[in-house]
T-cell receptor, first 115, second 116 residues
Framework: GAGVSQSPSNKVTEKGKDVELRCDPI?????LYWYRQSLGQGLEFLIY????????KSGLPSDRFSAERTGGSVSTLTIQRTQQEDSAVYLC?????????????FGPGTRLTVT | AQTVTQSQPEMSVQEAETVTLSCTYD???????LFWYKQPPSRQMILVIR??????QNATENRFSVNFQKAAKSFSLKISDSQLGDTAMYFC?????????????FGKGTLLTVNP
């Protein structure tokens, strides 16, 4: 079947604007993860979902970041009042279940540039 | 907290030769998983190989194999018969086996270039 898809592929926004990044996981995968990849910080875990629930939000960098998942499927990562330091590639991954060493399948990411 | 260190920011190898990428990690956990992911220019992370820490046998996947030294906390990746398509960033990653066993902790990556 189809892999993890993310949209948009690239997003350029002005500082202070809000952005929404979308992730479509592999069908049937109950776990969904968001990571951020930046030059300075490398790959960082942001948040994960088990179904529609996000048990651990501690990886979110600030309260400007939020995420939701609906219907156990699509997830949206929202960044409010974007700052230049938010510029990064945002990667989404999904796995059959949480943990257990199950493979996390990654999407191609959204490259966010804040000008 | 876990840390993963990849000490080689860049490496290059000739096509058909063998190359080894290094990875060390620090953890107080006794049960965990280790992974090598590949990220080509398309940005999509692809799992290369997976090792369960409680298994002594080193994992192998076709041309890819690991040397897992649990006591030394070392997890290197060997690529045999390198191909042009192996050119990519390679990330070593750690995942706990219990508790907060959902997130991957990545190293900074090694950029591997395979030359014709």
């Amino acid at each position: 079947g189809a892999g993890v898809s993310q949209s948009p592929s690239n997003k350029v926004t002005e500082k202070g604007k809000d952005v929404e990044l979308r992730c479509d996981p592999i069908s049937g995968h109950t776990a969904l993860y968001w990571y951020r990849q930046s030059l300075g910080q490398g790959l960082e875990f942001l948040i994960y979902f088990q179904g529609n629930s996000a048990p651990d939000k501690s990886g979110l960098p600030s309260d400007r970041f939020s995420a939701e998942r609906t219907g156990g499927s699509v997830s949206t990562l929202t960044i409010q009042r974007t700052q230049q330091e938010d510029s990064a590639v945002y990667l989404c991954a999904s796995s059959l279940v949480v943990g257990g060493g199950y493979e996390q399948y990654f999407g191609p990411g959204t490259r966010l540039t804040v000008t | 907290a876990q840390t993963v260190t990849q000490s080689q920011p860049e490496m290059s190898v000739q096509e058909a030769e063998t190359v080894t990428l290094s990875c060390t990690y620090d953890t107080s956990e006794s049960n965990y998983y280790l992974f090598w992911y590949k990220q080509p220019p398309s940005r999509q992370m692809i799992l290369v190989i997976r090792q369960e820490a409680y298994k002594q046998q080193n994992a192998t996947e076709n041309r890819f194999s690991v040397n897992f030294q649990k006591a030394a906390k070392s997890f290197s990746l060997k690529i045999s018969d390198s191909q042009l398509g192996d050119t990519a960033m390679y990330f070593c990653a750690f995942m706990k086996r219990g508790g907060s066993n959902y997130k991957l902790t990545f190293g900074k990556g090694t950029l591997l270039t395979v030359n014709p």
